[in-house]
């Protein structure tokens, strides 16, 4: 009774097979379909000069036809903080200046009664400066954009 000796087992794992493609089977796309794919980007808008109307390739300074500037300058940080830091100053140096006139219509006062019309004068043309000055720089804040 010679009997061949049995094999070992193999020691690899063995892998399930792979199930058969048939004809009739579809393959998954191997990227998403069109509709799940982003939008395209969008060409850039063309570029106009305001001065002229010239149509312009880029962002460019200056017009090559009429020298106008197309872009604008920013604002460096170091004059919005000039600019706060001035503000901060005279609002209460204005409202100072304020009580003082205020203070200086009734010290002003004598039994004629004129010096009540002469405070009351310096206030009005206190106030419609103040109130000049404003419209001012509400319009100028309104043109830059």
Same mark, same amino acid.
């Given at each position: 009774?010679?009997?061949?000796?049995?094999?070992?087992?193999?020691?690899?794992?063995?892998?399930?097979?792979?199930?058969?493609?048939?004809?009739?089977?579809?393959? !998954?796309?191997?990227?998403?379909?069109?509709?799940?794919? !982003?939008?395209?980007?969008?060409?850039?808008?063309?570029?106009?000069?305001?001065?002229?109307?010239?149509?312009?390739?880029?962002?460019?300074?200056?017009?090559?036809l009429?020298?106008?500037?197309?872009?604008?300058?920013?604002?460096?940080?170091?004059?919005?903080i000039?600019?706060?830091?001035?503000?901060?100053?005279?609002?209460?140096?204005? %409202?100072?200046?304020?009580? @003082?006139?205020?203070?200086?219509?009734g010290?002003?006062?004598?039994?004629?009664?004129?010096?009540?019309?002469?405070? %009351?004068?310096?206030? !009005?043309? @206190?106030?419609?400066?103040? !109130?000049?000055?404003?419209? @001012?720089?509400?319009?100028?804040?309104?043109?830059?954009?």
């Open positions: 009774m010679d009997s061949a000796p049995e094999s070992p087992a193999p020691l690899e794992p063995s892998l399930p097979p792979e199930p058969a493609l048939s004809p009739e089977t579809p393959l !998954a796309p191997a990227t998403p379909a069109l509709s799940q794919a !982003a939008p395209p980007i969008p060409p850039p808008a063309p570029y106009y000069c305001p001065n002229c109307g010239a149509s312009l390739p880029a962002p460019v300074e200056l017009c090559p009429c020298g106008a500037r197309i872009t604008q300058r920013s604002a460096g940080a170091g004059n919005i000039a600019a706060i830091a001035l503000g901060l100053v005279a609002v209460p140096l204005g %409202l100072s200046g304020s009580c @003082f006139a205020l203070v200086g219509v010290t002003l006062t004598d039994r004629s009664g004129i010096g009540i019309g002469a405070g %009351l004068i310096t206030l !009005a043309v @206190f106030l419609i400066g103040a !109130a000049a000055l404003c419209i @001012f720089g509400i319009v100028k804040v309104l043109k830059r954009k």
